[in-house]
């Protein structure tokens, strides 16, 4: 009996002196991902010339594009893909900034940029919006210079294309989610249009 009990005793030592040794060895390395952890990498910095373009935005005080610097940063909402894309038409955004204008309705982007809206355009046209597949109809108003089209979704807001007359008949489109630009684009038909036009590469 007593050979039993001393047997349990040391078993039962062996095992308090086993955990207390584990209480001595080094915590876990902490986690690799997430920004700002130790080792991780923090958010990205924005495109470098997103500050160029917007401290113009800024002075002619275009109150249609009051998120500048976020959409920027966040390169139009664009996939990965077409980063490099609208890095490029950041560039021309922002050597043509003196031809970077707003009107009350939308974004009026330099006309010499066209091909690098077009690519831009053609990129995004790629992308899958599921959380837009489900919505339908719009609400229009035209002019004989100026249209807009705005489409409302419940898991999205208001998707809004607004399009102007140039002086040479082409149509300009400004893409707008909620408050934010999602590209600026050339409408071939003349009017707007948030399911066929140009802007429905940027919603759907």
């Known amino acids: 009996m007593r050979i039993g009990i001393g047997w349990k005793m040391l078993v039962f030592?062996?095992?308090?002196?086993?955990?207390?040794c584990g209480g001595d060895e080094a915590p876990p390395p902490p986690p690799t991902g997430g920004a700002g952890g130790a080792g991780g990498e923090g958010p990205s910095p924005p495109p470098a010339r997103c500050g160029?373009?917007?401290?113009?935005?800024?002075q002619i005080n275009c109150f249609v594009w009051s998120k500048?610097?976020?959409d920027c940063a966040a390169y139009l909402g664009a996939e990965e893909a077409c980063e490099g894309a609208f890095e490029a038409l950041l560039g021309c955004w922002a050597d043509q900034k003196a031809d970077f204008a707003c009107i009350p309705s939308q974004v009026v982007p330099p006309a010499a940029c066209k091909a690098e809206e077009e690519a831009f355009r053609a990129c995004a046209q790629g992308q899958t919006r599921p959380e837009t597949s489900a919505c339908v109809g719009q609400?229009?108003?035209?002019?004989?210079h100026v249209c807009s089209c705005s489409t409302t979704c419940a898991a999205v807001g208001e998707m809004r294309s607004a399009c102007t007359m140039?002086?040479?008949?082409?149509w300009q489109c400004a893409c707008r989610e909620n408050q934010s630009l999602r590209g600026t684009c050339e409408e071939p038909k003349g009017a707007c249009d948030n399911q066929e036009g140009c802007c429905a590469a940027f919603f759907y």
């Not at 030592?13 to 207390?20: C, D, E, F, H, N």
Request: glycine letters at 14%; one cysteine or more.
């Open 166 to 170: 140039r002086a040479d008949g082409t």
């Open 68 to 70: 500048c610097a976020d």
């Open 13 to 20: 030592g062996t095992l308090l002196g086993l955990a207390a």
């Open 139 to 144: 609400s229009c108003t035209s002019g004989s």
């Open 52 to 58: 160029e373009l917007c401290d113009h935005v800024a």
